[in-house]
């Protein structure tokens, strides 16, 4: 079974004033966490992170108050780029892996 990776953006940083625009975004902190049910049991695996965004182009720029987070999300995969986003999921599914068949244990024997 392949884990379900959602994305969120937990902060959107912004200038005031940039070549005449107002309010731009130049910086988004993301998570990216996966989850899966595998045999009656759950695994999560999470990751964080900060993406800074190249400047607008004025003729597509979208307003502050207009922005939504999927706007968020897909200039963050953009900007990471494709391998990026990619390599972060595969890293979950393979942390969520190794809770379902781990290698290594902890603890005392007493």
């Given at each position: 079974?392949?884990a379900t ?12 004033s ?9 910086n988004l ?8 049910t ?10 964080y992170?900060t ?20 706007n968020c ?6 900007a990471?780029g ?16 190794k809770q ?10 007493w």
């Amino acid at each position: 079974m392949t884990a379900t990776s959602t994305w969120t953006i937990t902060q959107a940083d912004f200038v005031l004033s940039e070549d005449g625009l107002t309010n731009v975004i130049n910086n988004l902190h993301w998570r990216c966490d996966a989850a899966e049910t595998n045999s009656g049991s759950d695994y999560t695996a999470g990751n964080y992170g900060t993406q800074s965004l190249a400047a607008p182009n004025s003729d597509s720029f979208t307003a502050y108050d207009s922005v939504t987070e999927a706007n968020c999300i897909a200039w963050l995969k953009t900007a990471m780029g494709a391998d990026a986003v990619t390599e972060i999921e595969t890293s979950l599914q393979a942390q969520i892996d190794k809770q379902k068949s781990p290698t290594t244990g902890k603890g005392v024997p007493w």
